[in-house]
């Protein structure tokens, strides 16, 4: 009962971090129409000004602020220079350019911050554990799962009690409805990354504090990942996003403990396998909404 319960834990921190990129993702692909391949990278931004933020002395708390801040005004940034431009293109052109974009982040981290990882310090707290009964929990896996829990609260009571955020839903059923009661297409472009981005950047913070450093492709595996419990929670769908990440993060824990230690490399493999089995059987994803995305 112990170990299990260590298990439940370990994955729904792991599935918590997933979830919150997933939501980044598919908030993107549910408003505007496409997925957007640089997003891991916006992770990668707030890592680095987490690390370089404590470097020069501010407070870890301090610096985490700063850096999911930066997220969101690095993703704000992102959709000003290579998407807005390219508004009204086809969905295919929007791909392409996010990943052109997220090449090109990746290189300019290691010509300019350098190929090996930054050791992001944390507290000591954080590295300290929770005594339940007769078990033993980790502090960052505590923190991991309230703070996907209270973010996702956040996002929901924000998109459905604020102005903005119903003029969001709004988009995304009917874009050109919206237009015409008066919703600017900027602002809703930009309010979208910007939502992505914060997403991105607290999840780069719960990533940083399970592992401990930040490198300049730290966002490449996450985002993959969260492609993945995109699509298997369905793509658009912001509960689908949070229900595939957390099962992904499920499936991870599952294979690792069942899985002989030789045998761990096949653990991706066969959670992409499992991917294939949702989409033959649900090909929209375990939720599936219909939505019309901006054009």
């Known amino acids: 009962m112990e170990i299990a319960i260590q298990y439940i834990t370990n994955a729904l921190s792991v ?44 407070p870890f708390w301090f610096a985490i602020i700063i850096g999911v801040i930066m997220a969101g005004v690095a993703a704000v940034i992102m959709e000003r220079i290579a998407f807005r431009p390219l508004r009204g293109a086809n969905p295919m052109s929007l791909l392409i350019a996010g990943f052109a974009l997220s090449g090109a982040l990746q290189i300019s981290f290691l010509v300019f911050l350098g190929e090996r990882p930054k050791p992001v310090p944390m507290p000591e707290y954080f590295t300290g554990a929770i005594k339940i009964g007769g078990i033993y929990i980790g502090v960052v896996q505590v923190i991991s799962i309230a703070v996907t829990i209270v973010a996702v609260f956040a996002l929901n009571l924000f998109l459905k009690r604020t102005k903005f955020g119903i003029s969001l839903l709004a988009a995304a059923e009917d874009f050109s409805i919206a237009r015409l009661m008066g919703i600017r297409a900027n602002a809703i472009f930009s309010g979208t990354f910007a939502i992505s981005g914060l997403l991105a950047g607290i999840a780069g913070v719960l990533w940083l504090a399970q592992r401990g450093s930040v490198s300049y492709t ?78």
Not at 19 to 48: K, Q, S
Not at 244 to 268: K, N, Y
Not at 278 to 289: A, D, S
């Open 218 to 295: 730290m966002g490449f595996t996450p985002l993959i990942k969260a492609f993945i419990a995109t699509i298997i929670g369905g793509m658009g769908s912001l509960t689908g996003a949070v229900l595939g990440g957390f099962l992904l993060g499920a499936l991870e824990i599952v294979f690792q403990i069942i899985l002989p230690s030789e045998q761990l490399i096949f653990r991706d493999p066969i959670v992409l396998f499992f991917l294939i089995a949702v989409l033959l059987f649900r090909p929209g994803g375990l939720i599936q909404e219909k939505k019309e995305s901006m054009r």
């Open 15 to 58: 599935g918590g971090t997933y979830a919150l990129l997933a939501l980044g993702l598919a908030i993107v692909f549910g408003i505007l129409g496409f997925i957007n391949f640089a997003h891991g990278e916006i992770m990668t931004i707030c890592g680095y000004v987490l690390f370089y933020a404590m470097a020069i002395g501010l």
